[in-house]
């Protein structure tokens, strides 16, 4: 969520570059495997939500919040040393981004955890691919600036350079071409235009094979279309799950962006204090949730196996929420992109395997930590 737009405008020419191979076989590709713990030690998770790289890209704000940015993942990765990082949407704010280079910003976004080596996983928030908005500026007497486009075409054959925007599919497609270390998959085509739906598994320290926990992504859209997650993903879910989880003996997680309509039944009250059982350290406004709910968090109930859901999306929040048999949690405000002045950090999961414990916190960026949470033991 991000409500700041400038109305100057000067940005540089970017250079974007792309691979041309096609992809063919990243549809489909079912539970990602590749995350197992190791031997006695926890998995932890770095969860950095509302990055919002690229706003304001035409003036000087812009790419001086990126930088500040930049300090808090690198700070978090090496205060915290994760195994696996989640980029929990609104990795850019798309609708500031003038021409169709918003995989420029995107790459700076994951390049922190990328030099360090760590796997990550991303999906998509409102911003992402949102379509761009016209400064009220341009419709003055200086009228609408020349379009600066990059020297060649900006992604998949495309031969015009307009304000289109790049899709999440583009972004998506972009960040697996590029990135042996990247985790994320583009989702089954019959759940488009919601792309970032997908399984992973954190596999046993024991056995490869054999999975230990179940990490649910799910794209809460908005941006290009409505900001709700459908039917059809629901089903999705319901089926998946069944199949790889059929008696509910391995703990699975969910992540998406935007929160559901149950995180507004369990939040504390704006602006107080918030208290047991509910634990966190800002509570600053109210939800803003998705724009109708279709029975996920229905089926989410219905599975013993769930623990929690994490989502970003509300900067001013950081709680987490008991709901029934699971909790709800807020990611903190990770990047210097979008609304607000609370300082910047990021909600950190870690598990133990055996027996299986859901512990999180907040890490802050100046390297103090908070708001310590038990989710499941």
């Known amino acids: ?44 998770i770095a969860l950095f939500a509302d990055l919002h790289y690229g706003e304001n890209a035409w003036d000087d704000w812009g790419p001086k919040q990126d930088v500040k940015s930049d300090r808090v993942l690198s700070n978090v990765l090496d205060n915290e040393t994760p195994d696996f990082v989640i980029y929990l949407g609104d990795v850019i704010t798309a609708n500031n981004l ?58 998949a ?55 230990s926990v179940f990490l649910y992504f799910l794209d809460s859209g908005g941006g290009s279309y409505p900001e709700v997650i459908s039917y059809a993903q629901i089903k999705w879910f319901q089926e998946q799950s069944q199949a790889i989880n059929p008696n509910l ?44 709910e279709w029975g996920i968090m229905d089926a989410l109930l219905n599975r013993s196996s769930v623990k929690a859901v994490f989502v970003g999306h509300n900067h001013g929040l950081d709680w987490c929420c008991p709901y029934e048999k699971l909790w709800l949690c807020f990611a903190r405000h990770s990047g210097y992109g979008g609304y607000g002045t609370w300082p910047r950090g990021s909600r950190i999961i870690e598990m133990t395997e055996d027996p299986f414990s859901l512990n999180s916190w907040i890490s802050m960026e100046d ?5 310590y949470v038990k989710l499941s033991s």
Not at 104 to 110: E, L, T
Not at 273 to 282: A, D, L, M, T
Request: aromatic share 10%; glycine share 6%.
């Open 157 to 211: 054959g495309e031969k015009d350079c307009s304000f289109r925007g790049t899709t999440r599919i583009e972004l998506m497609k972009m960040e697996l071409l590029k990135n042996p270390l990247s985790h994320s998959q583009i989702g089954p085509t019959e759940l488009w235009p919601a792309v970032s739906n997908y399984i992973l598994q954190i596999s046993s320290s024991k056995d490869p094979e054999s999975p």
């Open 249 to 292: 003996q391995v703990p699975e997680l969910i992540f998406w962006h935007i929160p559901s309509h149950a995180y507004k039944k369990v939040a504390p009250c704006r602006k107080s204090s918030i208290k047991s059982p509910c634990v966190g350290s800002i509570n600053m406004e109210e939800v803003d949730s998705q724009e109708a």
């Open 367 to 371: 390297g103090t930590k908070h708001s």
């Open 1 to 44: 969520m991000s409500k700041r737009m400038s109305l100057s405008y000067s940005f540089p020419v970017f250079l974007i570059f792309v691979a041309t191979a096609t992809i063919a076989c990243l549809d489909g590709l079912g539970v990602g495997k590749g995350l197992r713990f190791s031997g006695g030690s926890p998995f932890r």
């Open 98 to 155: 003038p021409i169709p280079n918003a995989s420029m910003y995107w790459v700076q976004a994951i390049s922190p955890t990328r030099i360090r080596g760590i796997p990550w996983a991303t999906l998509f928030g409102n911003h992402d691919d949102a379509q761009f908005k016209w400064p009220l500026e341009w419709f003055s007497i200086a009228g609408i600036p020349e379009v600066r486009c990059p020297p060649e075409s900006s992604f």
